[in-house]
């Protein structure tokens, strides 16, 4: 009988920590949603081959597809997380597919903040704090969409003025170059230690992030 008992405990106790939690969030209010929160399961995303009147599908799964070149890849940051304050810039970059075929974006990146002059920022590329997570298939001409979250801590310097951020795939698959043109304002974050480094790090790479064409926008 002691057995049966504790398992529906168990159970009202973790929803009643999952609406806390919920409710909490729901406070904080940051003025811009990432697709998925990093502690969302990451979803596999299925691949519909265009409608040609035949009925060929198929289902595409990590390791299935080859990783994504950078001459296959499209990218641009987004927004910036905290717009209303704190040392550290959070934002995030989004990708998508040109090519004709599904490819595989995993393994975490390196980063790198280049001026509109060419010049690359002073700023130390730190290793994540998290392990990387699972392998995203990014769909062919735009269907689905892959996003990388990073910060940006302690930058002592003038203002930089325009950013790209190079993203150096793992593999040796080349260098994305997405403009930081966040709607939000600028991402560049404040001076918290002037006497410590500038340090940019992935926070977390790659969550599906649905679909919406970036070649365009």
Request: net charge negative; glycine share 12%.
């Amino acid at each position: 009988m002691y057995g049966g008992l504790v398992r529906p405990v168990a159970v009202i106790a973790v929803v009643g920590l999952t609406a806390l939690s919920m409710a909490a969030l729901a406070g904080c209010d940051t003025g811009y949603k990432f697709a998925i929160s990093p502690r969302s399961t990451v979803r596999v995303p299925s691949t519909a081959t265009p409608d040609t009147g035949t009925s060929t599908s198929t289902t595409r799964v990590p390791g299935d597809v080859a990783l994504c070149d950078a001459s296959d890849l499209v990218a641009r940051g987004g927004r910036r997380q905290n717009p209303d304050g704190g040392p550290g810039a959070i934002g995030d970059v989004i990708f998508a597919n040109l090519s004709a075929t599904a490819c595989e974006l995993k393994g975490i990146p390196g980063l790198r903040l280049v001026r509109a002059d060419s010049t690359s920022l002073a700023v130390q590329d730190a290793s994540p704090l998290s392990s990387a997570l699972s392998a995203v298939v990014v769909q062919p001409h735009e269907k689905s969409t892959a996003e990388m979250v990073f910060t940006w801590d302690n930058w002592c310097e003038a203002a930089p003025g325009p950013l790209d951020m190079q993203i150096s795939l793992t593999g040796g698959r080349g260098i994305v170059v997405a403009p930081l043109d966040g709607q939000l304002g600028s991402y560049v974050p404040g001076c918290s230690q002037r006497d410590s480094a500038s340090v940019l790090r992935v926070q977390y790479a790659y969550v599906d992030s649905g679909s919406a064409p970036l070649s365009g926008a």
